[in-house]
């Protein structure tokens, strides 16, 4: 089984307007970590924002948002208020486990198209 | 703000020919990673190193591939024989622990096998 999943190949979304990238995953360890990493057409992988499972709290960094759903597994990143800059992949991954050594696991990304 | 940085940034090798590809990882991390990256593709894990040694490598990671860190700042992926299925962008990544940190990664290096 996929330990990430994201079902959206590619999205489109007009500037100034918000959008919703989908992550499930799946593990069976109480402890994990999600992150969100960005990479433009340039290749570089730029991390975003990160959620441990115990977090109570969903995780902020700026325009970027994270709503974490335990029970339904997921961990979809919400952009607020596009920017044309914001196209790019953007890849789901997920950590597992304390005892690991922090390998992580990738989504298939989406393709994010912010249109002017 | 301190980077990962990865040397050179497009290799182009023959078929059966070794390659290192050369990483700095941030100075006060303890952790480093190899990923890859097919075209097109996710990224996928080869390795993580720790103290020294190997820590954990995936089955993509075989006896072709070896990873070092020669002194202390440098962090290196070998492929001893190249295979045309190697091609792929390679991600060296660093992270300051285990836990909660994210992994930084660098810009990656274009591995081109002809």
């Known amino acids: 089984a996929q330990k990430i999943t994201q079902t959206q190949p590619g999205m489109f979304v007009q500037e100034k307007e918000a959008v919703t990238l989908d992550c499930t995953y799946d593990?069976?360890?109480?402890?994990?970590?999600l992150f969100w990493y960005k990479q433009p057409s340039s290749g570089e992988m730029i991390f975003l924002i990160y959620?441990?499972?115990?977090?109570?709290q969903n995780a902020t960094e700026g325009r970027y948002s994270l709503n974490f759903q335990k029970a339904r597994k997921s961990a979809n990143l919400v952009i607020s208020a596009s920017q044309l800059g914001d196209s790019a992949m953007y890849f789901c991954?997920?950590?597992?486990?304390?005892?690991?050594?922090?390998?992580?696991?990738f989504g298939s990304g989406t393709k994010l198209n912010v249109k002017p | 703000e301190p980077e990962v940085t990865q040397t050179p940034s497009h290799q182009v090798t023959q078929m059966g020919q070794e390659v290192i590809l050369r990483c700095v990882p941030i100075?006060?991390?303890?952790?480093f990673y190899w990923y890859r990256q097919i075209l097109g593709q996710k990224v996928e894990f080869l390795v993580s190193?720790?103290?020294?040694?190997?820590?954990?490598k995936s089955e993509i990671f075989d006896d072709q591939f070896s990873v070092e860190r020669p002194d202390g700042s440098n962090f290196t992926l070998k492929i001893r024989s190249t295979k045309l299925e190697d091609s792929a962008m390679y991600f060296c990544?660093?992270?300051?622990?285990?836990?909660?940190?994210?992994?930084?990664f660098g810009d990656g290096t274009r591995l081109s096998i002809l």
């Open positions: 990544a660093s992270s300051i622990d285990r836990n909660n940190q994210p992994q930084h």
């Open positions: 593990t069976s360890d109480p402890s994990y970590g």
């Open positions: 959620q441990g499972s115990y977090d109570q």
């Open positions: 991954a997920m950590r597992e486990g304390e005892s690991g050594f922090n390998k992580f696991y």
């Open positions: 100075s006060n991390h303890l952790y």
């Open positions: 190193f720790y103290n020294n040694e190997i820590s954990e």
